[in-house]
């Protein structure tokens, strides 16, 4: 096999689930957040089990604990912190 090029790490895929913040009388943010971080289960599953590196391994995928569902995000949740800084976000 040919010598890989690569300096670093392989970037790793981030997933942060996007909801909308409205809590107010319908409470929209509740009654969906735990669909919306199904979805992003699914998302990560579908990535590592259809998307491999050059050297042939599964890619990796990270999810935000939370879901983002303000105006004003500032990645307090500490996703962005370490290695989980992905060459992709979704």
Do not use: C
Request: charged share 25%; net charge positive; no cysteine.
């Amino acid at each position: 096999m040919a010598e890989s090029r690569l300096i670093g790490e392989y970037p790793v895929i981030g997933i942060r689930p996007t909801i909308d913040g409205r809590r107010g009388f319908l409470n929209v943010r509740g009654s969906l957040e735990e669909q919306t971080m199904n979805m992003a289960r699914s998302a990560k599953e579908l990535f590592e089990k259809n998307l491999r590196y050059s050297n042939g391994e599964p890619v990796k995928v990270v999810i935000s604990p939370t879901t983002i569902g303000r105006v004003l995000w500032r990645g307090d949740d500490g996703y962005e912190s370490g290695h989980h800084q992905g060459g992709l976000g979704i």
